[in-house]
Structures are given as structure tokens and as C-alpha cells.
């Protein structure tokens, strides 16, 4: 190990070394500003915001690599004979020490090229749901509803499956289930839903609006399932959507006198309740 790290310094050129240095600052300046104008645009121009966000994916890791070669090139004395001991000696080097990062790397440039995701996509992984804020060259950052940032390394991507709400797209679709009493109306409770539905700010009229109905137990109370899907014009406005639509909903069913299963149940405990006080009257 001390021979390689011998053959290794004996080509580095250290009166350069200051030169590298100020490339490596003056790389790692121009990669943050790259990056928050790009973000900055991304906010300006919403309709492209996922455009210029995948667009800074590459952009840095393209400055990366353009970094690594010109600081590699200013410090390392890259004469023919000597290019090829150091690439061998820096390979095994490489190989054993960075074993890990250098499979982040590679899995991070398939990421961008497969595109299973994109940054600016809602996924789930591993029980994990949120916005892709960044793909980088060791890990993929993803902020969850909650607001919690959740870092994941890029290699697991390549062995487990992950699910993409949007798949780089604007729009996004949102499923909203409201349960109802299995005797309740139905057919008016579908209507309500819908209106509800299509008149929110915040959904997407290009696409289809579906309403679904369907029985199933919830514990051991038998319920209807009114389901509604449907898109939203921006993935981030996932959660104001399904809340505006939840809240006039609610509304509606407690003004047509539509009723959900834990008041159905109530009002069945209170008339037992008083069948037997009668009873025992």
C-alpha cells in the first residue's frame, strides 16, 4: 500500500498544486451559481420548471467530470509511460477505497440517462414519498409532504423498484377517497364529488375526471366507496388540491343530509340504545 501511494505522489507536480486548487474553487463557484440560476428559472417559468430542473442535473454533473479532468490534467505530470503506471496504480487504488462511490457515480449517470425519474417527479421509495429535488453523484434527495428530507444512494435505484407519480411531467394525478353509509344516495353523493372535483382551482380539465363507486367492509362496517381521480395542473399542489375538494365535499354531504359511516353507526347504537331503555321501561 505504501509503494502505490509512493507511485502515486511521485506524479503529482506540486508547484501546481495552488493553480488546481483555485480551479477546484473557481469550479465548485461556477457548478452553485449554474445551479441556482437554473433554479431560479425553474420559478420563474413554471410550465418548464421540470425542464430546467433535469437541465441541472446534467449541467452539473458535466461540470464535475469537466472539473475532475482539467484539475487532474494541472497537478498530475501525464507523461506516456508514466500516464500508464499511475492509471493502473490509481485503479486498484481506487477500486478498493471507493468501491461504494464509485457505484453511486455510475448508478447517478444511469439515473439521468434511463430516466426512470426525473428531478421535479413525485415518487415512492421504500415507504418514502416526496419530490425529487436532486439527483447527485453519490445520492437522490427527495422532500417528502412533510417536509422532511430523505437522502437515498443512487446504487439502491438500480435494484429496487420505485414508483413516479408525474414521470416528468407537470400534471399529476390524485386519487381522493370519501367513504359514505351503504344505504346512503349514491348516485347524489357521486354528483357532489364530481362538481366538487371540476370546480377546484387546482385541477387539470385536459384530462380525464373519473368518479368510481364500491362496496367494501372498513373494520366490520359494510361502506360505500365514492373514489374520485383526477389531475392536478402541478404535482405540488397534490395536497391543496385533495383538501379543498375534501373540505367542499364534506360541506355538501352535511347540507344534502348524505351520511358517512361512523354517523350511520352512531345513530344505530343511540336507537338501540333506546329500544332497550324502553324495553326496560
Request: some cysteine; overall charge negative.
Amino acid at each position: 500500500m505504501e509503494g502505490d501511494l509512493h507511485n502515486v505522489i511521485q506524479f503529482i507536480d506540486f508547484d501546481r498544486l495552488p493553480f488546481a486548487i483555485f480551479m477546484l474553487l473557481v469550479g465548485w463557484v461556477v457548478v452553485v451559481l449554474s445551479g441556482s440560476f437554473l433554479d431560479d428559472l425553474a420559478e420563474r417559468v413554471p410550465s418548464r420548471r421540470l425542464m430546467f430542473k433535469k437541465a441541472k442535473a446534467i449541467v452539473r454533473f458535466v461540470l464535475y467530470f469537466l472539473i475532475a479532468v482539467l484539475v487532474g490534467s494541472a497537478v498530475l505530470r501525464l507523461e506516456s509511460q508514466a500516464l500508464l503506471a499511475l492509471t493502473g496504480t490509481i485503479g486498484v487504488a481506487v477500486g478498493f477505497a471507493l468501491k461504494d462511490l464509485l457505484g453511486s457515480l455510475i448508478a447517478g449517470v444511469i439515473l439521468l440517462i434511463d430516466e426512470p425519474f426525473q428531478v421535479g417527479d413525485r415518487i415512492t421509495f421504500q415507504g418514502a414519498y416526496g419530490e425529487v429535488t436532486e439527483i447527485g453523484l453519490r445520492s437522490v434527495r427527495v422532500v417528502t409532504l412533510d417536509d422532511n428530507a430523505v437522502t437515498i444512494p443512487n446504487n439502491l435505484f438500480l435494484t429496487e423498484a420505485v414508483a413516479s407519480a408525474n414521470a416528468g411531467a407537470l400534471d399529476c394525478m390524485v386519487v381522493v377517497p370519501f367513504y359514505i353509509g351503504a344505504a346512503e344516495d349514491f348516485g347524489r353523493a357521486r354528483r357532489i364529488v364530481h362538481e366538487a372535483t371540476v370546480t377546484s382551482r387546482f385541477v387539470y380539465l385536459n384530462k380525464p375526471v373519473v368518479t368510481l363507486l364500491e362496496d367494501a367492509f372498513l373494520g366490520e362496517r359494510f361502506v360505500t366507496i365514492v373514489k374520485v381521480k383526477a389531475y392536478v395542473y402541478d404535482a405540488r399542489h397534490e395536497k391543496a388540491f385533495s383538501t379543498d375538494v375534501t373540505e367542499r365535499v364534506k360541506r355538501a354531504f352535511a347540507a344534502g343530509g348524505i351520511q358517512t359511516p361512523d354517523q350511520v353507526y352512531r345513530d344505530l347504537d343511540l336507537n338501540e340504545g333506546r329500544e332497550l331503555a324502553a324495553g326496560d321501561v
